[in-house]
């Protein structure tokens, strides 16, 4: 499995931005994608994921109502639409593969068997 993210730069408080990660070699071990931030000083947390097989998303509480994850399947990518970014955004965004798990796990760094290499979004004036 192979996961390649994009779309960080360095944007303005209050802009908004989408990353993508493109996904390859997916198999049947695969349930769901997800993507996490790691900020500088940091433990890396978990934002949302959206499952393979039938679509389920799960949001971490703390950033509901700015993320939206979404699929685009003609293109093999996961998506993160971020609105209204803030300066406690900046950090380097990851998209990470995982099998099945329980519910309470599902944004569970450790639960995740595969990582891309990141995306650094700054979010500065």
């Known amino acids: 499995v192979q996961l390649v993210e994009s779309g960080g730069g360095l944007v303005q408080p209050g802009a908004s931005l989408t990353l993508s990660c493109a996904v390859s070699?997916?198999?049947?071990?695969?349930?769901?994608i997800g993507w996490f931030r790691q900020a500088p000083g940091k433990e890396r947390e978990g934002i949302s994921c959206?499952?393979?097989?039938?679509?389920?998303?799960d949001y971490a509480d703390s950033v509901k109502g700015r993320f939206t994850i979404f699929r685009d399947n003609a293109k093999n990518t996961v998506n993160l639409r971020v609105i209204n970014l803030k300066p406690e955004d900046t950090a380097v965004y990851y998209c990470?593969?995982?099998?099945?798990?329980?519910?309470?796990?599902?944004?569970?760094?450790?639960?995740?068997?595969?990582w891309g290499q990141g995306t650094l979004v700054t979010v500065s004036s």
């Open positions: 070699g997916l198999n049947s071990d695969i349930y769901a």
């Open positions: 959206v499952s393979v097989y039938d679509g389920k998303i």
């Open positions: 990470a593969a995982r099998g099945p798990t329980l519910r309470a796990w599902t944004l569970l760094s450790s639960k995740y068997d595969y």
